[in-house]
């Protein structure tokens, strides 16, 4: 297993390169710069703009400035923020929570929906059930998010003005942050009222952000449930004298969750690309958000950084999910 | 009052191109403590006529039947629930492949406790002692640690004997072993048949033995029905059986033991047995069978008499006279 996981960690190596390259270049890909989005409509001297570029250092040749941004990233500093001066790791570290509770409900929620309606789906193979279930899923793997926020904007916050459109918490609450999660912090707080305030804010961007990976589990999990149910060991089951709950549940279910923790595993990249449009939607104070901001102010240390940082993240994440298989179906670990 | 009594069964399924019969009108009785073994080429409907019994066909598949009782109980009108109370404890079945039996996401010994917790309710406790005591009825050495293995950890043969350990765990009194030796290595076959047979004569419970194979009905059955094509051609305890066949299949399948062999190369019989789509009229056995003249292609037989093994032919064999010529 350690073998395993060091030679994971080599394969690493090359995408990591990779994805410094891409953030490095994307970022500069755009027109405009960080002086000139600084300066704004004023526009800017010749000599001012020249003395700027000198101190940022832009002035120099592109492959020494991306020379310096890798010698820094390997010894851990991802440069400052040139709008807010604060290193950019700091303020990923400050924002990441936020991101991470709204992933991790969004998620909570397709698991939570998605693997029933999958099971339910298979085991009504065909009938009606699992005909409506496919085309919902169909048409929610693929509704724009934008569209479908506006959707449920519009009808829960403005018809029936159950959920508050934008921000984590209501404006009169304020309490000190020890974890970053809002559900806890608000919690820990006391307050009256403030956990439920959390709650309603999270609603809609959890919808939002969890109805891909939703349709996505959902489709996976049928698909792998009608494979197991022919399987030998469930007419073995069968034979037993097992309730179809217990079958369906117990025996077809743990045999085919590898598949679908795969395509959880794969959602985790897919999910944090959709925060990025949920949050800035939802004015959700996260990475996302972050960094579309920083994108518009061309502000490159964030966008290289955060774009790094979310990258290894991913990889990570596919890591640990490559370490379940092995848990979930002792076969896997023979090899 | 046999234990097991099926009176016409039949089962049709629903396939692509249209029905297919794979059991037709089939009786059969298994009395207490009886080994009742069904033979026959694979594709003659013997799976599937003890699957119905057990109420694990698929949904494409229509049962009709006058008659299946078992433990003076009529399965027919049962409902799923109270059948699922009797399957896995008073009757149960084992499977020709061990290895993928076994579900592999869970401890043997999970799976074993599993059937004493659901049928017989019993506590942590008790259900580790009983499941080690199975595991050396059925003689798996070193059972407290075998029961942490996985099934992929074990060999066929163990894995089969862990098969036959969880079937026997509520003490059924009907086993059903589908070709239970059939994807195991000789030496293995024999032992996993000696073990049925001991376990039939330690707790009393009837067996019913299906397999494709005359060597194994010859070492273990007491009494045999053949089946062809769905149909029961005949029926008789096992030494007159082997002794005087009365249907020219069954001589065709004695004819193919290695041991009966007269030249260097085995008979074997031509053809396969007749599918969805080639069914003949007549007697199904007549595109195969050496005596078939034009009446067999023409007319279906009746089953004869008891005393001619209910053989379904116009022309049985060993009937009196020829015996006698
Ligand atoms: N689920 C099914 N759907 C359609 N046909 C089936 C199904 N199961 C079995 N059959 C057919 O029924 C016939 C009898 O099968 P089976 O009972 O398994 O034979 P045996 O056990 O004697 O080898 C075969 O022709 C087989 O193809
Ligand atoms: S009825 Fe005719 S074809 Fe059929 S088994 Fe008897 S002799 Fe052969
Ligand atoms: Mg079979």
């Not at chain 1, 022919?230 to 004298?241: C, S």
């Not at chain 2, 089939?26 to 003890?50: F, H, R, T, Y």
């Not at chain 2, 109370?85 to 061990?98: R, V």
Request: aromatic share 8%; with cysteine.
């Amino acid at each position: 297993m350690l073998n395993y996981v060091l030679a994971r960690l080599l394969t690493f190596i090359p995408t990591f390169i990779g994805v410094t390259l891409v953030s490095f270049s994307f970022i500069r890909a755009l027109p405009g710069d960080p002086i000139q989005v600084m300066a704004g409509e004023r526009g800017i001297s010749e000599e001012r703009y020249a003395e700027l570029a000198a101190q940022f250092g832009y002035d120099r040749p592109i492959y020494v400035q991306y020379w310096d941004y890798l010698t820094g990233v390997l010894q851990g500093d991802l440069g400052v923020s040139f709008v807010t001066k604060r290193p950019v790791w700091d303020e990923f570290f400050s924002l990441f929570p936020a991101t991470l509770e709204l992933s991790i409900c969004a998620m909570i929620f397709a698991v939570a929906l998605g693997l029933p309606a999958g099971v339910i789906a298979a085991v009504n193979r065909g009938k009606f059930f699992d005909r409506a279930l496919m085309s919902t899923a169909l048409v929610g793997y693929s509704m724009p998010i934008f569209w479908w926020a506006l959707l449920l904007i519009i009808v829960f916050s403005g018809n029936l003005q159950w959920t508050p459109v934008s921000g984590r918490i209501g404006l009169q609450y304020y309490f000190p942050d020890p974890t970053g999660f809002m559900l806890i912090d608000s919690l820990a707080s006391g307050q009256k009222g403030a956990f439920l305030s959390a709650v309603r804010h999270l609603i809609l961007p959890t919808i939002v952000l969890g109805t891909i990976p939703l349709a996505v589990i959902a489709r996976q999990t049928r698909s792998a449930m009608l494979e197991v149910l022919g399987e030998d060991y469930i007419r073995t089951a069968r034979a037993k004298g097992l309730t179809p709950a217990r079958i369906n549940g117990i025996h077809a279910l743990r045999n085919a969750l590898i598949p679908v923790v795969t395509v959880i595993g794969l959602s985790v990249g897919t999910l944090l690309a959709g925060a990025i449009l949920t949050e800035t939607i939802f004015s959700w104070p996260g990475i996302g958000k972050w960094m579309v901001d920083s994108i518009f102010r061309r502000d490159y240390p964030v966008v290289q950084g955060g774009l790094l940082l979310v990258a290894v993240l991913v990889m990570v994440v596919n890591l640990i999910v490559d370490m379940l298989y092995g848990l979930i179906n002792p076969k896997i670990r023979k090899r | 009052m046999s234990l097991l009594r099926i009176r016409n069964l039949s089962v049709e399924f629903a396939t692509a191109s249209g029905r297919f019969r794979a059991v037709d009108g089939v009786d059969q009785d298994v009395d207490e403590g009886e080994i009742l073994a069904i033979v026959g080429e694979s594709g003659s409907g013997k799976s599937v006529s003890m699957l119905a019994v057990m109420g694990l066909l698929p949904w494409t598949a229509t049962v009709t039947a006058d008659e299946v009782s078992f433990d003076g109980q009529d399965l027919l009108a049962m409902d799923a629930a109270a059948r699922r109370k009797m399957i896995g404890k008073d009757l149960a079945m084992i499977f020709q492949e061990p290895m993928s039996s076994l579900n592999p996401c869970f401890t043997v010994g999970w799976q074993i406790r599993e059937a004493l917790r659901i049928h017989l309710g019993m506590g942590r406790r008790e259900r580790q002692a009983r499941a080690i005591e199975l595991f050396e009825q059925v003689g798996i050495p070193d059972p407290e640690k075998r029961l942490g293995a996985f099934p992929h950890q074990l060999s066929g043969g163990m894995n089969q004997r862990v098969m036959i350990a969880m079937a026997i765990a509520c003490k059924p009194k009907l086993l059903i072993a589908d070709e239970p030796t059939t994807a195991l290595d000789v030496t293995i076959q024999a032992q996993i048949l000696d073990l049925l047979t001991a376990l039939r004569d330690e707790t009393g419970m009837g067996l019913v033995l299906i397999t494709h194979d005359m060597g194994v009905v010859a070492e273990t059955a007491e009494r045999v029905s053949v089946q062809y094509a769905g149909q029961k051609i005949e029926e008789q305890r096992v030494g007159p059986l082997f002794r005087t066949p009365h249907h020219p299949y069954t001589a065709a399948l004695l004819d193919a033991l290695p041991e009966r062999a007269t030249e260097k190369h085995l008979p074997t019989i031509p053809g396969v047995v007749p599918g969805q789509f080639d069914r003949p009229e007549g007697c199904l056995f007549s595109p195969r069978c050496k005596f078939a003249d034009a009446k067999c292609k023409a007319q279906v037989p009746p089953a004869l008499g008891p005393d001619l093994g209910r053989a379904r032919c116009f022309y049985p064999l060993n009937t009196d006279e020829r015996v006698a010529s």
